[in-house]
């Protein structure tokens, strides 16, 4: 766990420590981070979790560390890189699915599918093809960064899935996999292979 530190030097110096970063869910991201304003779907913001992460996250990528990004944390990578986001998907991407299903749903449930890509390393960890998934999101990707490649998507066409485009483990998933390994044993793989990555990283203290 990274506290929200205020000084970026000692941020910086924790990222030192690291082997890998795993970025959680939680709330929006300001959409001036991403030169959009204010919408009126917008739920809550939390400007210094904000600042953290995407500077955590660049150092990561700078730094050549393995990601696995989740829910809000794909959101985080896209942003950090250069990417922008839908701020609300059933207000700006038309006939959208249900893509959140909080807080009358249980945590495992599978909201829909998505359909993961040939040749992604997301592909060679779940398989290629229909995926079903948990969805607790109203935010996605719009434009990808530059880095990022979309990995998977729903079928509605909103991104579900994103990845770093020289097949580092970068990987950003839109779902919520640590609900879901209980039930889907490719869940439980896609964070063996970010321990592994992270294993293989690792870096003398």
Not at 1 to 17: A, G, Q, S, Y
Not at 45 to 62: I, T
Not at 113 to 140: K, M
Not at 147 to 166: K, M, N, R
Request: aromatic share 4%; hydrophobic share 40%; net charge negative.
């Amino acid at each position: 766990m990274i506290p929200l530190l205020e000084d970026d030097e000692t941020l910086l110096d924790v990222c030192e420590r690291l082997d890998g970063l795993l970025l959680a869910g939680g709330g929006d991201i300001k959409p001036q981070r991403f030169g959009q304003t204010r919408l009126a779907k917008l739920k809550s913001v939390d400007p210094p979790r904000d600042r953290v992460e995407l500077l955590l996250v660049r150092r990561a990528v700078d730094d050549g560390l393995p990601v696995l990004a989740i829910c809000r944390g794909l959101q985080v990578l896209n942003v950090a890189l250069g990417g922008t986001l839908y701020q609300d998907i059933s207000m700006q991407v038309p006939n959208a699915l249900r893509h959140d299903f909080h807080p009358d749903h249980p945590r495992n449930y599978l909201g829909h599918d998505v359909l993961v890509r040939p040749g992604t390393r997301l592909a060679d960890v779940v398989g290629v093809g229909r995926l079903a998934v948990n969805s607790f999101h109203h935010q996605s990707a719009k434009d990808v960064a530059p880095a990022l490649a979309v990995a998977a998507s729903a079928p509605d066409g909103v991104i579900e899935a994103v990845e770093c485009q020289d097949r580092r483990f970068i990987v950003g998933v839109q779902w919520h996999p640590e609900d879901l390994v209980e039930d889907d044993p490719r869940m439980k793989r896609l964070f063996g292979a970010f321990v592994e990555e992270a294993r293989t990283c690792h870096r003398p203290r």
